[in-house]
């Protein structure tokens, strides 16, 4: 008889034992999980951080040559060379920034919101897009509220996504030298004359 209940009581241990293990390798496996979660939600804010730090000077330090096509402006009231003072607030350092202007162009001037090719947040009101960097747009004045496609390469993402027209203006779009934030760019694109005041 002593045999059988020592039997039994080894299996009871056994049970009891695997059981124990069994509930350890749970909770161990529950932290885990949690940390992951949380290690992945503090990346996703780190990368939102790095998105929004990054927005103002994903522009290109060149700038490059005006779109082909594109007309220049006959007598623009700031002609190349001109020193100017910037009202714009495209970017962080922009607005009151000293500049040059480097190109002067007669066309229709677009803000446009798209979502970016390389994934990400959408882009609201992005001024500016001219006419002529737009994917077969037809002919300008576009309609607030039309789809079009971006072949503009501004900042990374942009071109070939599709964009909504936010606005437009036909005012004289100026390409610009300037010092931002402590970046130096040329052939900035794009300003609007009523973004530009005259150098002091």
Do not use: C
């Not at 190349?80 to 962080?92: K, Q, Y």
């Not at 002067?104 to 919101?113: L, M, P, Q, R």
């Not at 072949?151 to 964009?163: I, V």
């Not at 931002?180 to 005041?197: F, L, P, Q, R």
């Amino acid at each position: 008889m002593k045999t059988p209940i020592k039997l039994a009581l080894f299996g009871a241990g056994l049970v009891v034992a695997f059981g124990a293990v069994l509930g350890l390798a749970r909770v161990v496996g529950s932290d885990n999980v949690a940390g992951s979660g949380t290690n992945i939600s503090d990346m996703h804010e780190h990368h939102g951080e790095h998105d929004d730090g990054a927005t103002g000077h994903d522009h290109a330090a060149d700038g490059g040559a005006p779109p082909p096509g594109i007309r220049t402006a006959i007598d623009p009231r700031y002609p190349v060379g001109t020193t100017v003072l910037l009202t714009a607030d495209h970017m962080p350092g922009m607005n009151g920034a000293q500049a040059t202007i480097s190109g002067a162009f007669d066309t229709t001037t677009y803000s446009v919101s798209y979502t970016p090719t390389t994934g990400g947040e959408p882009v609201v009101d992005h001024r500016w897009v001219v006419h002529e960097e737009l994917d077969n747009p037809g002919p300008a004045p576009l309609a607030d509220g039309t789809e079009v496609g971006l072949q503009a390469e501004h900042m990374g993402g942009m071109n070939g996504a599709r964009a909504t027209i936010d606005s437009s203006t036909d005012e004289t779009v100026y390409m610009v030298d300037l010092e931002a934030d402590g970046m130096e760019m040329t052939n900035h694109k794009w300003v609007v004359e009523s973004e530009i005041t005259p150098a002091r």
